[in-house]
């Protein structure tokens, strides 16, 4: 059993940045670590995904090119560098694990518990 906490959200102005951590409790070197978002009235999307060894990321065309991802498996730590925010960024963040890189929340075994962040325009 993995449990994964986020943190870092929090309420800024459109284009300021933040950035996302996920702390897992277990080692979650093999595993791909994930990203979704859920914005109020809407299902949950895909946002970046980062094999385990970091060489290989997946980006949704929506955030490609202002967020990165990283992550620390010594800290069994993933991170998620948000940039040029923007007021449809607004949504609920969670991190997730799975065995392969994917897109599909079916893919993804463990999840956090979501982390808000709102940007005001």
């Known amino acids: 059993q993995v449990q994964l906490v986020e943190s870092g959200g929090g309420l800024v102005q459109a284009g300021d940045s933040l950035r996302l951590s996920c702390a897992a409790s277990?080692?979650?070197?093999?595993?791909?670590m994930g990203w979704f978002r859920q914005a109020p009235g809407k299902e949950r999307e895909f946002v970046v995904a980062i094999s385990w060894s970091g060489e290989r990321t997946d980006y949704a065309d929506s955030v490609k090119g202002r967020f990165t991802i990283s992550r620390d498996n010594g800290k069994n730590t993933v991170y998620l560098q948000m940039n040029s925010l923007k007021p449809e960024d607004t949504a609920v963040y969670y991190c997730?694990?799975?065995?392969?890189?994917?897109?599909?929340?079916?893919?993804?075994?463990?999840w956090g518990q979501g982390t808000q962040v709102t940007v005001s325009s």
């Open positions: 277990a080692r979650t070197f093999f595993y791909t």
């Open positions: 997730a694990t799975a065995r392969w890189m994917g897109r599909r929340e079916g893919e993804y075994d463990y």
